[in-house]
């Protein structure tokens, strides 16, 4: 009932930006809180940014901080991922999730309750 697809994704030299998009549709709008997640080949899914349904709360992994905002426009509007000064070790797979979690919280896979198929991020050296 609930589908989410990312977008934004390709190859990018490294020092560059991509942003990446993820549009819900169905009853998305009871979600509390939108969230990218992401995966390079042989680890696991990994958190990177959380955020509220309106915006008003946001939540960054450590470990792309400086480099990464989330955001959206308002509920209604897609959830956006700016990466910039991309880096090699960023390339993976990246995931849009839904679920009630409260940002502040959700920095695991298991909890939100819908994913997209996600979008291929390939940083080069």
């Known amino acids: 009932q609930v589908q989410l697809v990312e977008s934004g994704g390709g190859l990018v030299q490294a020092g560059g930006s991509l942003r990446l998009s993820c549009k819900a549709s169905?009853?998305?709008?009871?979600?509390?809180?939108m969230a990218w997640f992401r995966q390079a080949p042989g680890r696991e899914r990994a958190f990177v940014a959380a955020?509220?349904?309106?915006?008003?709360?946001?939540v960054v992994a450590d470990s792309v901080k400086a480099r990464f905002t989330i955001s959206r426009d308002n509920a209604a509007n897609p959830v956006y991922l700016q990466m910039n000064n991309l880096k090699p070790e960023d390339t993976a797979d990246y995931y849009c999730?839904?679920?009630?979690?409260?940002?502040?919280?959700?920095?695991?896979?298991?909890?939100?309750?819908?994913w997209g198929q996600g979008t291929q991020v390939t940083v080069s050296s």
């Open positions: 999730a839904a679920g009630t979690v409260r940002p502040v919280i959700g920095r695991q896979a298991s909890d939100y309750d819908y």
């Open positions: 169905g009853r998305a709008f009871n979600f509390y809180t």
């Open positions: 955020i509220s349904w309106n915006g008003g709360s946001t």
